[in-house]
């Protein structure tokens, strides 16, 4: 059964600084994996999408790597601002009839203080 | 209206009410979802539709009976809800397979 695991649960880091959250999971024969943003009480805003053939995404201040064989996935932000504070969840889906089908962590809680 | 959008935003029922969520999706997408999130578990899958026809039902009690009358709206029917159903209930749609995009969520209050 695939698990997702989130370290750290929360993490507060001031203004401008580069972080990297990261992201495991158990069964390496994953379709794809996805990050997401989610605001409190909000939905969640997709932020980055890695098939599994590649290695990494980018977008703005974001990078997202995938090493398959080790399960892992981390999310690189780039001067961090305010703005950026959320939580942030990874997701991956398998191959197969379930492509649709994500298995998420439980998030990690991002505070950027001015 | 673009992307998902998910009504009502919030809704207190109690556990006699029937009541319905609804979600549609703008994007041309031909699968949708449905997930809940409890404080502290990770969010879970509900149900999928692809192409209308549901692909997948992870265990869910039948108090939750989904409803797919075309690719574009997804319903969720509510009956004799239980206090332990009080979640976000977020939908979400993407082509199947790919980048999954979600709605803002219906807040549930089952008393």
């Known amino acids: 059964k695939q698990e997702v695991t989130q370290i750290p649960a929360a993490l507060s880091v001031p203004e401008g600084e580069n972080l990297v959250l990261n992201c495991s999971f158990t069964d390496s024969a994953i379709y794809n994996l996805q990050w997401f943003r989610q605001d409190p009480g909000k939905g969640l805003t997709s932020l980055l999408l890695?098939?599994?053939?590649?290695r990494e995404q980018t977008s703005g201040r974001l990078n997202a790597s995938l090493d398959k064989s080790s399960g892992r996935s981390t999310l690189y932000i780039a001067a961090s601002q305010p703005g950026d504070s959320a939580t942030y969840l990874c997701a991956v889906s398998r191959y197969g009839g379930s492509q649709g089908n994500l298995i998420f962590g439980k998030g990690t809680k991002l505070s950027v203080k001015p | 209206e673009t992307g998902v959008t998910q009504t009502p935003r919030h809704l207190v029922m109690g556990m006699t009410n029937k009541k319905s969520l609804k979600c549609e999706q703008h994007l041309g997408h031909n699968a949708m979802y449905w997930y809940k999130q409890s404080a502290k578990k990770p969010l879970e899958l509900m149900f999928v539709y692809s192409l209308e026809e549901r692909v997948e039902n992870n265990s869910v009690p039948s108090r939750f009976s989904p409803e797919c009358p075309n690719s574009s709206h997804l319903f969720l029917h509510l009956h004799t809800l239980q206090p332990e159903d009080s979640a976000l209930y977020l939908c979400?749609?993407?082509?199947?397979?790919?980048?999954?995009?979600f709605g803002p969520g219906t807040r549930l209050t089952v008393l």
């Open positions: 890695i098939q599994s053939s590649q």
């Open positions: 979400a749609s993407s082509q199947f397979g790919n980048e999954q995009f």
